[in-house]
């Protein structure tokens, strides 16, 4: 029997309306998971998830979108698969579930919703220019330090016996 092996998939979370430097963080983000092999997950909009998205999509990744909304067309150009789920933010509960590791870039509300579910599910969150306040999120200054850190995380899971 031949079995697939499933890549990890980490999640990208964060502002809609982000900065110039969120988006570049983001950006180099999204790369650098690609080149690990890692799948990305976003909410699949704008701001640091578009910018996370296109950093993965062109050093030739693979981009879930959980969307919002009703239709794949809301989903940014860089997002390879589109989830279409039509239930706002509930979305982010999706996204925390999915990920096997979160990384959180500047955000607002619905940033932070989604590292609480995240941390309340056991998973690593990583925070990177975020909600500084919620202690419980590991920080990381550059985002080689952060991706570094969801894979180690997620490899400290595996050999744990840890399932998502």
């Known amino acids: 029997m031949n079995l697939v092996t499933k890549k990890p998939i980490i999640g990208v979370i964060g502002a809609g309306s982000a900065s110039q430097a969120g988006e570049e963080l983001a950006y180099r ?6 080149e690990a ?3 990305l997950v976003t909410g699949g909009l704008g701001g640091v998830m578009a910018a996370a ?8 990744g693979e981009v879930l979108g959980i969307l919002p909304g009703a ?3 809301a989903a940014n150009p860089y997002v390879t698969l589109p989830i279409v789920t039509n239930v706002g933010h509930a979305r982010n509960i999706i996204i925390a579930h999915t990920a096997q590791a979160l990384i959180a870039i500047e955000g607002e509300y619905g940033t932070l919703s989604e590292m609480a579910i995240g941390l309340k599910l056991g998973k690593p969150v990583i925070q990177l220019h975020s909600w500084s306040q919620l202690t419980a999120a590991r920080c990381a200054e550059t985002p080689e330090q952060a991706v ?7 490899e400290e899971g595996a050999a744990g016996g840890n399932q998502d």
């Open 29 to 34: 983000v999204g790369q650098l998971l690609a």
């Open 71 to 73: 239709t794949a067309e």
């Open 37 to 39: 092999g890692v799948v």
């Open 148 to 154: 570094a850190l969801a894979l180690h995380s997620i």
């Open 53 to 60: 998205s296109k950093g993965c999509f062109e050093a030739g």
